[in-house]
């Protein structure tokens, strides 16, 4: 089932017209709303699994024939679908979402890069159910699928990460180690070696976005790695990690190029500066910054000097959008610094209050 939107769209409105039936008509067969027909041919949303069997026994054709089938999707159609069904996890029943997500790998059990797109989006919205057991054992299922079939090496990587992330869930700790412990052998310059190469062969720009991506990738690594240090107390100088993380902020404006990155290095660090209400509220308004960069419209992109990475990252399988479900990433936000026990002593210190005041300000309106 190639779930092209504009394909579905064209044949709805199609073989609508072709029996005679108006919108109103065909909503109330199905027993939805007439927004919803619309939508649908307008190519704004996609019918969900069980409407499709319904609409081919209305116009007398098969479900392959209304969305025209193929075994695989291209890297838009995974980004419709992926989008259609985190908005589902947000504001619909997670059950209901979870055999959607079923049917679809099922129909799609070979389209690797569909069904590792399913695995991040059930890993991303694992907190939204607390029984966790039957999504984890679906996102087992495509781990091993991909595992044993795919043939990118790409794929497999991301599939023994989502594995990982699994592990951590259940305190299967030894075993993380045992997965991941030959990734701590020394890194090799794959890049950089690439775009000597590119250079030896007269490609200026694309040596220039090789190195652009590999100092990208560097610097988003190295700021988490610097936050972990930092919230799991495993250097005892603090100000020294703070110190050098700020330092890689201010030189690649990272509240703007990666807020996200850059949200939860500022707020461990006011957590952990917290004795010192000056410096914490600092940190605190840093990340306050941050999470106004993080806005409803915010798509990962290149800035000023990285200038070349933008067709890397539309080359995404999910594009250029942040996979996250914003209404939860408000509510966490929010929570993690009103609920913070780091900032128990603050409660009443009208400089907190304000930070928190605009935190909600902003999210509750964007």
Known sequence: MKMNKLNISENIFRHRKRIGYTQQDLADFLNISKSAVSKWERGNALPEVNYLGE????????IDELVGFSPWLTKQQIRIIYTDLAAKFSAENYDAVLKEVKDYAKRYYSCYPFL???AGLLVNHLSLTEDKEETIACIGELIER??????????KEQMIFFKALLLIKENSHKEVIELLKESTLPKLPVRTVLAQSYLMNGEAEKAKSALHIEIYESVIFMMGDLTMLMYFGMEDDIESVISKGTAIDHAF?????HPNTALNFYLTAAMKTSDVKEKSMFYLKEFLIS???????YYLHGDDFFSEIDDWIEDFELGKEVPVNKTIAKEQLIAAVEHNESFKDYKDDITFKNILHSLKLYLEAD
């Open 116 to 118: 590792t797109s399913l």
């Open 291 to 297: 999470v106004k960069n993080l806005s409803a419209d």
């Open 55 to 62: 609409l081919g026994i209305l116009f007398d054709i098969s």
């Open 146 to 155: 991909i595992l044993s079939n795919s043939d990118s090496l790409h794929l």
């Open 253 to 257: 404006n990272l509240k703007k190029l």
